[in-house]
């Protein structure tokens, strides 16, 4: 069970194991997390420009940005937990390719 750190937030230590299964995600999680950042990244681009209110433009994408970010960091965690027990089982240098979402 993970255990609980004194910090002003809540924050945990996790064993090896409980990292694994906390960041394995199943396909059609990955798949919700990409279609929620998908839809982010296209509310996003369709935000109009006020020269009134530019603050609020720019919380507006700095807001959904964050969403975009957060979400594809949690598949790429995922993904990047996959190739690491791919690769420690056979002990062998094999060539995996991860696609990992661009940066905006």
Do not use: C, W
């Amino acid at each position: 069970m993970p255990r609980r750190k004194p910090t002003g937030f809540d924050s945990y230590t996790f064993s090896e194991d409980e990292l694994k299964a906390a960041t394995r995600l199943m396909p059609l999680q990955k798949q919700l997390y990409q279609t929620l950042a998908a839809d982010s990244a296209i509310e996003k681009s369709l935000i109009k420009f006020d020269s009134k209110d530019p603050i609020l433009f720019a919380q507006q994408t700095a807001y959904l940005h964050g969403q975009i970010n957060i979400l594809l960091h949690l598949v790429a965690l995922s993904e990047e937990r996959e190739v690491a027990e791919v690769k420690r089982p056979n002990q062998q240098s094999q060539s995996v390719v991860v696609l990992k979402p661009s940066e905006e």
